[in-house]
């Protein structure tokens, strides 16, 4: 992921190389890379008032290179509640927490969860939220993203993320898109790192992006409908909506979630890198 300054225009053209697939977190750990103010993110995200979660951000060698690790580890994990990662893809969050990629184009999709313990921990204790049998629908998301500390941009932005996933499950499904809804659990994966995304965009001050093709994965992943092919049907939906490039590729498991594809097709107002860029 490249930032680019045109000091003339004073704009800001973000390239989002995806040559490792895309999701959430390697997302926002790769804005908070780019000069992202955590402090600002961080008092954001307290101000949803959703708990059982607490966030690790830290930096990792992987394969020699030092790369930022941004996490949402969720509680519900860490007392024995959250270990079946079957989740109902109709949900919109990334379906299995194994499948969180690291921010650094390392093309080991085993997803690693040993998590270095130089990490810093921001914990959210508030339980009110987080039982794990809830479930929001879109507009349950959209109050919580109206109640946030934060300009209306970095709002609109959340909410037109959301909006994508949840238009594409609608359609994997065979639902109106207000039938379409998030597990308590996937939820506030999926509602921290795209309200993050907005944010630490924001913060920035990009105003332009570019986004490569979405290199992709093969083989199958487990849901609680069973077994699904990669792309999962919500993924692929995005990406032929939104005119998005799956590159498929060798590798096996998922490396572009739903999550991830939405946060593309918001994010691109450009094809191409302009010329004086290149």
Not at 63 to 72: E, K, L, Q, S
């Amino acid at each position: 992921m490249s930032q680019f300054t045109n000091q003339e225009k004073e704009e800001k053209l973000l390239y989002l190389e995806c040559y490792s697939g895309i999701s959430g977190d390697m997302t926002v750990g790769a804005l908070l890379d780019l000069g992202a103010s955590r402090n600002v993110l961080e008092e954001t995200l307290k101000s949803l008032g959703v708990g059982g979660y607490h966030l690790h951000f830290g930096r990792k060698l992987k394969c020699g290179i030092d790369a930022y690790d941004f996490d949402v580890h969720l509680e519900e994990e860490e007392h024995g509640h959250g270990h079946d990662h079957d989740h109902d893809h109709n949900h919109g969050h990334d379906h299995d927490h194994d499948h969180k990629h690291d921010h650094d184009h390392d093309h080991d999709h085993k997803h690693d969860h040993d998590h270095d313990h130089k990490h810093d921990h921001d914990h959210n204790h508030d339980h009110t939220h987080s039982h794990p049998h809830i479930h929001r629908n879109i507009q349950d998301i959209f109050e919580i993203i109206d109640r946030m500390h934060s300009e209306e941009p970095v709002k609109e932005l959340a909410r037109k993320m959301f909006r994508i996933v949840a238009e594409a499950e609608s359609k994997a499904h065979g639902i109106p898109v207000e039938e379409v809804h998030f597990h308590e659990v996937g939820a506030v994966d999926s509602i921290v790192d795209i309200i993050s995304v907005a944010v630490c965009m924001y913060d920035l001050g990009i105003t332009d992006v570019v986004v490569s093709s979405l290199a992709e994965g093969r083989g199958y992943v487990r849901c609680q409908h069973g077994v699904m092919p990669v792309p999962v049907p919500a993924t692929a939906n995005i990406a032929a909506s939104h005119g998005l490039e799956l590159k498929l590729t060798d590798n096996e498991g998922e490396m572009v979630t739903p999550t991830g594809a939405a946060i593309a097709a918001a994010l691109r107002t450009k094809d191409v890198l302009p010329e004086h860029y290149i």
